[in-house]
């Protein structure tokens, strides 16, 4: 197999085991965020596809999601770091009913190495306790992150918890069941404040730059 094929199967297989030396190997072509969106996100695809397909269990994706986050964890000292002023306050999470953080965290590690504060509210996030958080912190915006299909409907619910409370600072949202279109037509409406679409976490970062501007 290439390096890019055994960074892949590291994740689909669940397995650690060699991972770091190869890791290591990959930082001499690629940055580490492109380690990250090549070769471990066609590895995450493919469990998505067999998981899908009834060829994975849960345990075994679970173990997919540790060699995905034992890799982020590594690479994260690699990454570029802009040590600017602060340039704003966010409040991250993922919505009610929904586990995967993986995105959600690799979202944090981008904009808290890009001059943001991060307060990740961590997972399964109801409405109510962003709402405490947001008038504790007082943040710039708020990023919402969710991959089930229910997600995109709690987070509907959950804009419309934010408005009712009062809130109308931008908001971030971002995750595999949404689509700009959504966003646009579905969240938007239901908010007071912008409701902008991130498709990867880059793009969580230009949007949150072009937010504080
Ligand atoms: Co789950 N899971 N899972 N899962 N899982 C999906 C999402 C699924 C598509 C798999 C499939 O069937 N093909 C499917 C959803 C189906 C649907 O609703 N349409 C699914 C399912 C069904 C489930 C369960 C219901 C399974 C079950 O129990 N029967 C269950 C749900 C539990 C719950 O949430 N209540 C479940 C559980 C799990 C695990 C716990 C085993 C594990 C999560 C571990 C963890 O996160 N700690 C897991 C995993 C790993 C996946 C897949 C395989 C990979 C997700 C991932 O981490 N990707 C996923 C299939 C897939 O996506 N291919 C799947 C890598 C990550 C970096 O990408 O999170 O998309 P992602 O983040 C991207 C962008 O989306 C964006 O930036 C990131 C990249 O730069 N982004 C943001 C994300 N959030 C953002 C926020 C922003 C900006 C950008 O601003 C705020």
């Known amino acids: 197999l290439s390096l890019e094929e055994r960074l892949a199967s590291y994740v689909v297989e669940g397995s650690k085991e060699g991972l770091l030396p190869d890791l290591e190997q990959a930082l001499a072509k690629y940055s580490a965020l492109e380690v990250i969106n090549g070769p471990l996100m066609r590895g995450m695809e493919e469990v998505g596809r067999l998981?899908?397909?009834?060829?994975?269990?849960?345990?075994?994706?679970?173990?997919?999601?540790e060699v995905m986050?034992?890799?982020?964890?590594?690479?994260?000292?690699?990454m570029e770091k802009n040590e600017t002023s602060v340039k704003g306050k966010i409040i991250l999470a993922t919505v009610k009913g929904d586990v995967h953080d993986i995105g959600k965290n690799l979202v944090e590690i981008i904009l808290s190495n890009n001059g943001y504060r991060i307060i990740n509210l961590g997972i399964k996030v109801p409405p109510e306790r962003i709402i405490e958080a947001y008038r504790e912190e007082k943040v710039d915006a708020i990023g919402l992150s969710g991959l089930l299909v229910k997600s995109a409907q709690q987070m509907i619910v959950t804009a419309q918890d934010l408005r009712t409370a009062g809130i109308d600072v931008p908001i971030?949202?971002?995750?595999?069941?949404?689509?700009r279109k959504f966003t646009k037509n579905r969240i938007r409406p239901e908010y007071d404040g912008m409701v902008v679409y991130a498709k990867d976490a880059m793009d969580g970062l230009d949007l949150a730059n072009k937010l504080m501007n």
């Open 51 to 65: 998981f899908n397909n009834n060829e994975l269990i849960v345990a075994e994706v679970l173990q997919s999601a």
């Open 69 to 78: 986050k034992a890799s982020v964890a590594y690479l994260e000292q690699f």
């Open 172 to 179: 971030m949202v971002g995750g595999a069941a949404l689509t």
